[in-house]
């Protein structure tokens, strides 16, 4: 079965600084989606960025950034610039690419917090 | 607005009432899912259901039913409920390729 590892339950950073929140992940597939949500004290889910396994370029969304090894199945979130609303909790994910309902498994989260 | 809605989005109850979350989604996906998430536990798939008139096992499934009444609905019914049952509920969908959208949860309280 996959799964998925977040060893950092809790991170700080200073606003406008960067931060990377780490994630690895066990898989025997070899192609697979891999994501990022960010859960605010709001608790709505919030797709932050994925990443598909066969393509070797890191996702980039805004300020949002990956960093995917997939030898090392490794998918780290990197935050630039971070801003107070940047404050939550986020979640990696996996997902395999076959099959018509096949699940996301999360990690456990790490929980984000900015430093005005 | 297009989305995945849940109700109730609060409720509490006494050890052995039963109740249904509803969850229904207006974007004609065809897969659905029921998450629970707890303290330092992430979220953890309850049910899940591939289409209409379907449905499997999750990681977490002990306690709870579920009923894909049409594509949009899907509930999660406990029959008698357990405070290790308190939780935050969250149902999804997921069109054909990624995607997922996920509804605003449920705060579940047993006493």
């Known amino acids: 079965a996959q799964t998925v590892t977040q060893s950092q339950p809790e991170m700080s950073v200073q606003e406008a600084e960067t931060v990377t929140l780490s994630c690895t992940y066990d898989?025997?597939?070899?192609?697979?989606?891999l994501f990022w949500y960010k859960q605010p004290p709001s608790r709505q889910m919030i797709l932050v960025i994925r990443?598909?396994?066969?393509?070797?370029q890191n996702a980039t969304e805004n300020r949002f950034s990956v960093n995917f090894q997939k030898a090392a199945k490794s998918f780290s979130l990197k935050i630039s610039d971070s801003q107070l609303g940047d404050a939550a909790m986020y979640f990696c994910?996996?997902?395999?690419?076959?099959?018509?309902?096949?699940?996301?498994?999360f990690g456990k989260g790490t929980k984000l917090t900015v430093n005005p | 607005n297009a989305g995945v809605t849940q109700t109730p989005k609060f409720q509490v109850l006494k050890t052995g009432q039963s109740m249904t979350l509803q969850c229904a989604q207006d974007?004609?996906?065809?897969?659905m899912y029921w998450y629970r998430q707890d303290p330092g536990m992430g979220l953890r798939l309850i049910y899940y259901?591939?289409?209409?008139?379907?449905?499997d096992k999750g990681e977490v499934p002990n306690g709870y039913n579920v009923s894909r009444l049409n594509k949009r609905e899907f509930s999660l019914r406990l029959e008698s409920a357990a405070p290790s049952q308190t939780s935050v509920y969250f149902c999804?969908?997921?069109?054909?390729?990624?995607?997922?959208?996920f509804g605003s949860g449920t705060r579940l309280t047993v006493v």
């Open positions: 994910a996996y997902r395999r690419k076959q099959g018509g309902s096949e699940k996301l498994v």
């Open positions: 898989t025997s597939e070899s192609d697979y989606y």
């Open positions: 999804a969908s997921r069109p054909s390729i990624e995607g997922y959208t």
């Open positions: 259901s591939a289409s209409e008139g379907t449905t």
């Open positions: 990443q598909e396994a066969y393509k070797q």
């Open positions: 974007m004609n996906h065809n897969s």
